[in-house]
């Protein structure tokens, strides 16, 4: 009985360290502020900037930021000291599902037609509709994750579950994605496809309701709770700003400021974290940022080199590209059997993302709530 008791009592005490921060930003205002609240400038500059522009920003974000936040959890689980006791309990555990999910991806794209009644295009198809599914529940997990990081107790001492906001975060993807229908829509009855005139009016109709319900939720979850620290006010505000923008900005520049938000805030957490790895985290500011500065040059680094080979979307083309430097490598990869196995890479790269994300921020579990837990307070200890 006393070794359960003592397991219980340990593990609130993890909980209560991750909620008591002293300090609320995860590393500054600075740096939370670029990287972890970059919805609230993200959001102005698709509205000032025109499409050629911002296309331009888009394509440095993907060539630094895109692959790096990919691997930036698995550096995190397989590169860190913080998380070797992760790694001894369920190390086995993450290199077979890892190598399964590879095998998987690797079935469907090279064998699909033989087992299945489907074309390799309708395999491709299915693959990339299954990343988009588990990529909003990705979102909303981070968005949840960031808000209640930046949590503090009420004035009784005592903290809600979080259950209102997590309702929130999925209303918000919730309603991105029913803001892109409704795009899809009018994109479909543009082209002459949908000639019903009715749906004009429905989508019209359905994208005020959609903007004033995040607007209002919004302004209702910061009305609701006072005490919210400055971080979670403007992270909460960040959210419902990208929310309520997907009703009003164009389509493909909304999902290039969705998808850059999600990457430099897990990019710039990660990063935050694993620098703090190995020796104590000093008062040195300029060791500490000599840390923060190598650790993210080398996930940019990785980044740079692997996205015009992951690339299998066609979202850059290749004479603007790395690989135009290379055209004989560029030529490889646009044909059989490289184009398949690039294809693989990029499927598998998204799925392992996102279980690996999960393996490295599930706080139910003790041990992986301790680890990640010394890598988010010990920059308190020494604030």
Known sequence: MKPVVRLLLSSFRSKSS???NTN??????????????????????????????????????????WIAHRFASAWLVFGTSVYAPLR???????????????????????????????????ALL????????????????QHYGLLQLYRRPTRSGIQDSG????????FVVGAVAFAEILHG???????GVLGCELLTGVIDGGTAVGFLAVAGGTFWGLWRNRNRSLPNQLYLGGLGLLGASAFVVDPIVFLMAWTMQHWLVN?????????????????NRILNRKKLGFT????????????????????????????????????????????????????????????????????????????????LNSKNEHD
Request: aromatic letters at 12%; proline letters at 4%; one cysteine or more.
């Open 18 to 20: 991750l909620a008591h």
């Open 24 to 65: 609320p930003w995860i590393q500054s205002p600075g740096w939370d502020g670029f990287w972890l609240h970059s919805a609230l400038w993200l959001v102005p500059l698709t509205v000032l900037l025109d499409h050629t522009v911002w296309s331009g920003i888009y394509l440095l974000a993907l060539f630094s930021v």
């Open 88 to 122: 001894s309990r369920d190390g086995v555990r993450l290199r077979n599902t890892l190598l399964w999910i590879v095998v998987l991806v690797g079935v469907v794209v090279f064998y699909a037609e033989r087992l299945f009644p489907l074309q390799r295009g309708e």
């Open 126 to 141: 299915g693959l990339l509709l299954l990343d988009f599914a588990l990529s909003l529940h990705h979102y909303t997990k």
């Open 163 to 170: 259950y209102k906001d997590q309702r929130f975060c999925y």
């Open 185 to 191: 829509t009018s994109f479909l009855q543009d082209s």
């Open 267 to 283: 990019l710039g957490l990660v990063v935050a974290m694993s620098a703090r790895d190995g020796k104590a985290f000093t008062n």
């Open 296 to 375: 993210l040059a080398g996930l940019v680094l990785v980044s740079v080199i692997l996205s015009p080979i992951l690339d299998v979307e066609g979202a850059v083309s290749v004479q603007v590209s790395p690989l135009a430097v290379l055209p004989e490598l560029a030529s490889w990869l646009a044909h059989e059997p490289w184009l398949g196995f690039a294809t693989v890479l990029a499927l598998s790269s998204g799925f392992a993302h996102y279980y690996l994300d999960r393996a490295a921020f599930r706080m139910r579990d003790p041990l992986t709530r301790n680890c990640a837990g010394a890598l």
